[in-house]
């Protein structure tokens, strides 16, 4: 029975030709989801990637929000190991790919950044296929709060000790903190010190530390950051990271000629 009433709200989700009865339908889902629901309507065929379609591909604004905003509730009550745990990043993924306009970056970045919250989450995260490149989407957004969410998440991400390892040789995730990095300005200052704080952590494993020393761009960014920025913990967190990532870029030179 309530495998037929999900059914039919679904078909009228999915109806393109009538904006109401989609509309209507997703609201449906919306207020009918609780603890006690969440895993019958999360595993229900094609729901929560439904949400991620009309969410990133509706023409209509209203759809849109009411689909992501029902996506970043389901968001708040699922997480790993739940059987639907991967379902919700899937759709996450699926609303980025198509999110033209930036229209779901914060709602979206809210999902990831309760998500995070969770550190049974963080590795999930880290493993879904496409996910990180929404998470770098995100860091390009006009939106500051939408920017300011997802360097949470990443900084989670950089921070927890069963990412940092993948994260750190992770070349998207890199080109992301880099191009946080080149957006000056005072609407930005936030951003480029969490980005420092992400480089300086992640530099703390051997591994990354390599990667990063070695990744275009990077060095080149936060040498001109060290020098300018006026916030004085800011500017000695970037110049010691400056300082560590060329001593290793010189160990591994050094190594190679002999």
Do not use: W
């Amino acid at each position: 029975k309530n495998g037929s009433i999900l059914g039919a709200l679904l078909k009228a989700a999915l109806n393109k030709s009538d904006a109401k009865a989609s509309y209507r339908a997703i609201g449906v889902f919306e207020n009918c989801l609780s603890n006690e629901t969440v895993e019958i309507m999360a595993q229900y065929d094609g729901l929560l990637l439904m949400l991620g379609t009309v969410a990133s591909r509706s023409k209509y604004t209203k759809i849109r929000t009411v689909a992501a905003s029902t996506l970043k509730k389901f968001s708040s009550k699922i997480n790993y190991p739940s059987p639907s745990h991967s379902l919700i990043l899937r759709s996450i993924v699926e609303t980025q790919a198509n999110n033209k306009n930036q229209k779901n970056d914060l709602l979206m970045s809210e999902a990831l950044l309760i998500q995070s919250r969770n550190s049974s989450n963080l590795l999930p995260i880290t493993k879904c296929q496409g996910l990180v490149e929404a998470i770098a989407s995100i860091t390009a957004s006009t939106d500051m709060n939408s920017r300011e969410n997802i360097l949470e998440v990443m900084k989670k991400l950089a921070s927890y000790s069963g990412t940092k390892s993948i994260i750190g040789l992770n070349s998207v995730f890199i080109d992301a903190v880099v191009s946080i990095l080149r957006h000056e300005g005072s609407d930005n200052e936030k951003g480029m010190a969490d980005a420092v704080h992400i480089i300086s952590t992640l530099s703390s494993f051997e591994k990354s530390r390599y990667v990063l020393a070695n990744h275009e761009g990077l060095i080149e960014v936060m040498v001109p950051y060290a020098r300018s920025i006026q916030n004085t913990k800011a500017r000695t967190a970037a110049v010691n990271c400056v300082a560590f990532l060329m001593q290793s870029m010189i160990s591994s030179n050094n190594q190679y000629i002999y």
